[in-house]
């Protein structure tokens, strides 16, 4: 057991894990601005660089200061950059210790990271937001980050200037140490770190080294987290382990909306929380526990049928066709005149498309732990929680309002994830391992099993789309009108949408880079008791489907070659047509193909970057097809680790091939389908086709490469189905390629 | 009680026999590095090998394991260590992990794979491999296979 020992005054403040489960050398890590190092593993004391000390937790605007909460620096050299992003696979951790790394200067080999927890001190922008979704962590900390590294090394010279007052100057930080104005080393940042404690921080913003002179900008560093997680020993949320804990395992009703109307007695040696539309039951392992939830005689007030009809896959579908044709749409986009154009036009498209709503199936479950102190009187005086999330300040905000403590009091540890998607962004595990974690009087581990994690999902939601498309006699667009039928996710998350729209929901579908003078977009909001939620690229995983399957049936109804078709669409985008003509290359567009193959391609910009997509299939001889081939080119401004982003890329792709060929969330009056992988399919390695990814570098602003990769996948395969066969697909799963083995 | 052999080490356990080895090892010995994903053996990353062979852990009762030899992902290698296995500093090699969560299993399939097939297949390597990967590092796994064995 690995017992962590606070070496400031605060350690009422110093957030700790005691676990023979925890890695060895977890720093501890206080909430107000300071960071001290825990004890050595032989023992040995570090003393940490303690950077902007006492800063107040939340209310305190922005300053340079905030900006030393990131690098803790031991006495022994060792360097931990406390990393502000949610780690959910991306690489946001290392990516972001890169970029400080740049600045300091530190030899990366010698690096570790951690997860920020909860702290003001942390977050970026206005708000202090801590919050990891829509590709934002690279974009939103990276001039923060920049800045905490040569914050650091500034104080570490001054350090330096203090102790060496002789030596030649200017002095230099490099990799690790102070060097003199000649070259020689005086002392290690370790050697530097406790004067370097003591120095006032510089008055003013330091002086950035700038894009012309970077090491490790751009290059592919490994990631440190890697050797953590080839070995069983990263700490997952699930993997949390608390002395005295107990384990607690979540039913929820089986049809959504229902809510709990009786729970009987707990079995022998547990306890039952009744949470609402769910109850939580305790047990000795996470298995008994469960156990003990399934086999529960709960009794549930369901909705009413007609309730019902909005949480029904059948009943759902025809609503939307009702809302298409009779609803009033709000405008999200209107330039030029659609009826003129449509009047000009000599050929016409009107076609419909549709898009399921889909789970996240983030490979790790829902799970969080909470450990609630409460004094004599039974009043709470400690609530810190370990969670597996992509908000930690939310997390600390939901605490907060759940037990009473101010949000000083209350300490989130953001824990890695086994994936998050979209989905572990929201409260709702959170909020009941809290419910269960004040009623316990223990600390708990509470765990969804998979069941509850499909049945229980915000999912992303579905889509009805009609797009109705003039085309000149030369092929030129002359009218486009959209109008999209969906669910609202402000509505879902507690808002109204303003003006009737729902930017979320609508996505892409507006400020279409292809030329055209006439536009109409409109959205008209679809009731639905489907509880929705964001996910991997959300809006424009559904607004490139539709926007680059139908810009391909123009092309196809124009005559013309997709790829040019678009490229005279782009003319004068110098880095849209960057890009395309970079997958295009990439995948041989143009070359002779074997006889039952095709190319399909498209084009997707999104979260400040640029994407296009070339997917390959092959016609098998049972008529299925194979995904033979993806070849894609992304932009993201500044590549920070490209093998990284290549990865994302590679991932997205794949992420985006299992929700266009095989996945879709399906109810019926209210009962969810899908409740594990069986009905759920993923593809394997043997589903994985070749992959080739390009970077494509022309001095873009710096984008987020978590989910540009996504929304492009489904209209290449889509797009080359149709020029394969003929057949055009205009609902997703596309269905055209047999699911991964083993699976319905 | 039970006695379970693990990564070389004798536990007595007091679990009820029904429960699936992958909640002994994970919540009762500490040893977390072997995941659920699924409970119904489809995902296999809660793989881990008994007496030498890959099984999913969420489905052999604990009760039956008494006496075998189980290696989970954090005996394939010391942890001290660090990670010494070649299949593992292949995947430090490759930087195959993303988010990692099913890494353990997909780590100890590879492991088993290449102890009785020096030199694998993609067929083979696609038919050993029936692990769920999200985050989609199925490449970087077939490369860092390929680089181990040479291809």
């Known amino acids: 057991m690995n017992k962590i020992v606070s070496t400031d005054l605060h350690a009422q403040d110093i957030s700790t ?25 032989g023992g040995g004391l570090m003393i940490s660089l303690v950077l902007g000390k006492a800063r107040p937790a939340m209310a305190a605007a922005p300053t340079t200061s905030t900006v030393n909460a990131f690098i803790v620096i031991g006495t022994d050299n060792a360097i931990t950059m406390i990393t502000p992003g949610g780690e959910m696979g991306q690489g946001i951790n290392a990516g972001l210790a890169q970029v400080m790394a740049e600045e300091l200067p530190v030899d990366w080999t010698t690096i570790k990271t951690q997860q920020a927890p909860f702290g003001a001190q942390f977050g970026r922008g206005a708000t202090h937001s801590q919050v990891t979704g829509g590709s934002n962590s690279m974009r939103g900390w990276f001039p923060l980050m920049l800045q905490a590294g040569a914050t650091a090394r500034e104080m570490l010279l001054a350090a330096a200037r203090q102790t060496y007052p002789s030596a030649p100057q200017p002095l230099k930080a490099v990799a690790g140490a102070v060097q003199d104005a000649n070259g020689a080393k005086l002392a290690t940042y370790g050697q530097l770190a406790a004067v370097a404690s003591t120095i006032a921080l510089p008055a003013a913003a330091p002086i950035l080294s700038g894009p012309g002179s970077y090491k490790l900008i751009g290059t592919s560093m490994a990631r440190p987290d890697v050797k953590l997680k080839v070995n069983g020993s990263a700490v997952f949320g699930i993997d949390v382990r608390l002395p005295g804990m ?9 049809t959504l909306g229902g809510t709990v109307k009786s729970v009987p007695a707990a079995p022998s040696g547990s306890q039952v929380v009744n949470l609402g539309n769910a109850v939580a039951v305790t047990g000795a392992n996470t298995w008994q526990a469960n156990s003990r939830a399934k086999s529960l005689a709960v009794t549930w007030n369901l909705p009413t049928a007609s309730a019902l009809t909005l949480a029904d896959s059948a009943g759902l579908a025809s609503a939307a066709q009702t809302l298409m044709t009779s609803a009033t749409p709000a405008i999200a986009e209107q330039i030029g005149d659609v009826t003129a154009g449509m009047a000009a036009a000599t050929k016409k498209l009107n076609v419909t498309y549709s898009v399921p709503y889909l789970a996240h199936a983030c490979m790790e479950v829902l799970n969080c732990t909470v450990s609630i102190k409460k004094d004599a009187s039974g009043t709470v005086t400690g609530c810190e929680v370990w969670a597996p999330t992509q ?3 939310w997390v600390a905000a939901t605490a907060s309002k759940l037990t009473g403590l101010p949000l000083a009091q209350v300490i989130v540890n953001a824990m890695f994830m086994g994936g998050g998607l979209g989905r572990k962004i929201e409260q709702d595990y959170v909020t009941q391992a809290i419910k269960v974690g004040l009623a316990v009087n223990k600390p708990v581990k509470l765990t969804w099993f998979r069941e509850e994690d499909f049945g229980r999902d915000w999912f992303r939601p579905s889509a009805l789309s009609r797009v109705q498309v003039g085309l000149d006699a030369g092929g030129a667009i002359t009218a486009w009108s959209n109008r999209i039928v969906s669910p609202s996710l402000t509505r879902s998350h507690g808002g109204v949408p303003k003006n009737g729209l729902d930017g979320i929901s609508i996505g892409h579908a507006t400020a279409l880079p292809y030329a055209n003078a006439n536009r109409l977009v409109e959205y008209i909001e679809q009731p639905s008791a489907i509880q929705i939620g964001y996910w991997r690229s959300v809006g424009e995983s559904i607004s490139a489907f539709v ?9 196809l109804a124009a005559g013309s070659d997709p790829y040019q078709y678009r490229r005279t669409l782009l003319a004068g985008n110098t880095a849209a047509l960057g890009v395309l003509d970079a997958a295009a290359t990439l995948a041989g567009w143009g070359t002779a193909l074997p006889a039952g193959q095709a190319r399909g391609i498209a084009f997707s910009p999104g979260f400040g970057s640029l994407c296009a997509i070339v997917a390959q299939l092959a016609l098998t001889a049972t008529g299925t097809v194979k995904v033979v081939r993806i070849s894609a080119a992304v932009d993201c401004g500044t590549a920070v680790n490209p093998g990284q982003v290549v990865g994302q890329m590679e991932g997205a792709i794949l992420h985006g091939m299992n929700a266009a060929l095989w996945q879709q969330a399906t109810f019926a009056k209210g009962v969810p389908a899908v409740r594990n992988f069986g009905s759920y399919p993923m593809g394997r390695m043997a589903d994985c086709p070749k992959i080739d990814v390009t970077i494509v570098s022309q001095g873009s602003t710096l984008g987020g490469i978590g989910e540009v990769g996504v929304p492009g996948v489904a209209p290449a395969l889509a797009n080359a ?18 699911a991964p083995k083993g699976e319905s | 009680m039970i006695t379970l052999k693990v990564n070389g080490t004798s536990y007595q356990v007091s679990s009820d026999p029904s429960t699936p080895l992958l909640w002994v090892l994970r919540d009762e010995l500490g040893l977390t590095g072997t995941k659920y994903g699924c409970g119904v053996e489809i995902c296999a990353a809660c793989t881990v090998w008994i007496d030498g062979s890959p099984e999913k852990s969420c489905d052999e009762n604990v009760g039956s394991c008494a006496g075998k030899s189980i290696t989970t992902i954090e005996g394939l290698s010391p942890l001290a260590g660090g990670a010494t296995h070649p299949v593992q500093l292949a995947w430090i090699e490759s930087q195959v992990p993303q988010c990692g969560y099913c890494q353990s299993g997909m780590i100890m399939a590879v492991a088993a794979l290449l102890k009785g097939n020096k030199k694998p297949t993609d067929a083979q390597i696609d038919s050993a491999l029936s692990n769920i990967c999200a985050c989609g590092t199925y490449p970087r796994v077939r490369a860092a296979i390929h680089k181990m064995i040479g291809v």
């Open chain 1, 17 to 41: 894990i005691q676990s023979s489960a925890q890695p060895a050398e977890r720093i501890a890590v206080g909430r107000r601005g300071f960071l001290s190092a825990g004890a050595a593993i």
């Open chain 1, 246 to 254: 107990v384990y607690a395992a979540v039913r929820h009703c089986p």
């Open chain 1, 391 to 393: 908000a930690p300040d």
């Open chain 1, 547 to 555: 926007v680059e399957s139908v810009i391909d049936e123009c092309a």
């Open chain 1, 721 to 738: 189905y149709a020029t394969l066969t003929g057949t055009r697909k205009r609902s997703l799963p596309l269905g055209i390629v047999v």
